[in-house]
């Protein structure tokens, strides 16, 4: 029982690099989202997507894009990457209803130099 | 803003002494949530409670809401070593499907 899985699990970039982190889910939720943890803090959202085919701006989109690839598979990409996106990156899925828990992967460590 | 915010921000027990923590919160809510999160690891659900609930238990937690001071605390009685980790508060907004997440509070367990 896979749950939420992340790729890469770290990664180091140089400014300017692209990359994309990938996440995918085995539950068959509508919802997945994307948030950044940076050192002793609480997590912020970037992007999510309530359902397949629409996505939505969270608290920090700024330097993302994101891509609802199916049900399953809900990419983040940094197009042009930054010193201040490094971060921990984690992607999380939730099923439908209006009490449901967030189920989070173990997170894409990412430095940028 | 609705995001919580937990206090203490760190915490240090014995092992067998209980752990509060508090968030408290501006803005009407629909649900609060409680998540542990272990060193390197992502966060893992552990209570759900609702706005129009005051108290619910899951085994050593015990989580209470309180919505006329928009604050919530969370309880850990008799602490094991295995309870070291970061504890956060998220905020789900009435009709909606976000979480907003307080700065967590460290707890360190001593055996």
């Known amino acids: 029982n896979a749950g939420v899985t992340q790729t890469p699990k770290f990664q180091v970039l140089k400014t300017g690099q692209s990359m994309t982190l990938q996440c995918a889910q085995d539950?068959?939720?509508?919802?997945m989202y994307w948030y950044r943890q940076d050192p002793g803090m609480g997590l912020r959202l970037i992007y999510y997507?309530?359902?397949?085919?629409?996505?939505d701006k969270g608290e920090v989109p700024n330097g993302y894009n994101v891509s609802r690839l199916n049900k399953r598979e809900f990419s983040l990409r940094l197009e042009s990457a930054a010193p201040s996106q490094t971060s921990v990156y984690f992607c999380?899925?939730?099923?439908?209803?209006?009490?449901?828990?967030?189920?989070f992967g173990d997170g894409t460590r990412l430095s940028i130099l | 803003s609705q995001q919580g915010e937990e206090d203490p921000q760190a915490l240090s027990i014995q092992e067998g002494e209980n752990a509060t923590m508090n968030c408290s919160y501006k803005?009407?809510?629909?649900?609060l949530q409680w998540y542990r999160q272990n060193s390197g690891r992502g966060l893992v659900h552990l209570i759900l409670?609702?706005?129009?609930?005051r108290e619910k238990h899951s085994g050593r937690l015990r989580v209470t809401l309180d919505t006329s001071k928009k604050s919530s605390s969370l309880l850990i009685t008799a602490s094991r070593a295995a309870d070291t980790a970061s504890y956060f508060c998220?905020?789900?907004?009435?009709?909606?499907?976000?979480?907003?997440f307080g700065g967590g509070t460290r707890v360190l367990v001593k055996p």
């Open positions: 999380a899925s939730m099923g439908q209803g209006a009490y449901q828990p967030q189920h």
């Open positions: 539950m068959n939720h509508n919802s």
């Open positions: 997507s309530a359902s397949e085919g629409t996505t």
């Open positions: 803005t009407s809510i629909n649900n």
């Open positions: 409670i609702r706005s129009n609930e």
């Open positions: 998220a905020l789900v907004k009435a009709a909606g499907n976000k979480l907003t």
